[in-house]
């Protein structure tokens, strides 16, 4: 599967701008080691992170450390982009959220700072919708999670 998000959140956008213009009075509690990337069925609202969080048994968000990630460009490219290096593999589907929920078809994936709730950094829609079934499971193969800010 292969995701790309050019949206940021806002939550995102006044921390970044934050951090340029106001001397880190925004920052982030827990920056780099604590990236945690997310399945989603639904999106509401890129702009406020509000997503519906797959919830299949098994699922849960996984910690990618800052040395899985390749940040590219530099500062005479216009677009700067973060791509995963390595392997994300979620764990298998091991039946239902609840009585008669067979599968969740994944639509997104997101970048979160916190392994539950927390906030929504991106949030970037799948190529292809993927249906996880009991059994199945989600990988995101290296580089092909992109992250891009124009």
């Known amino acids: 599967m292969t995701a790309t ?22 920052s982030f509690s827990s920056p780099g080691n604590n990236i945690y ?25 996984k910690q990618v450390p800052h040395a ?5 460009g530099d500062d005479s490219t216009d677009t700067q982009t973060a791509k995963n290096n390595a392997v994300i593999t979620f764990d298998a589907h091991s039946g239902g959220s ?13 970048i979160a700072d916190a392994s539950t709730s927390g906030n929504i950094l991106f949030v970037g829609q ?4 993927k ?12 580089n092909n999670l992109t992250i891009e800010l124009k």
């Open 5 to 26: 998000s050019n949206a940021a959140t806002n939550y995102l956008e006044r921390r970044l701008l934050s951090f340029i213009f106001k001397n880190n009075s925004l």
């Open 37 to 61: 990337v997310g399945l989603a069925t639904a999106v509401s609202s890129i702009e406020t992170g509000s997503v519906t969080e797959a919830d299949f048994n098994g699922y849960t968000r």
């Open 68 to 72: 899985n990630w390749d940040i590219i």
């Open 98 to 110: 609840s009585p008669g929920d067979a599968a969740d078809v994944i639509t997104h994936a997101f």
């Open 126 to 129: 799948l190529d292809t919708s």
């Open 131 to 142: 249906t996880i079934a009991e059994g199945d499971i989600f990988r995101i193969n290296a």
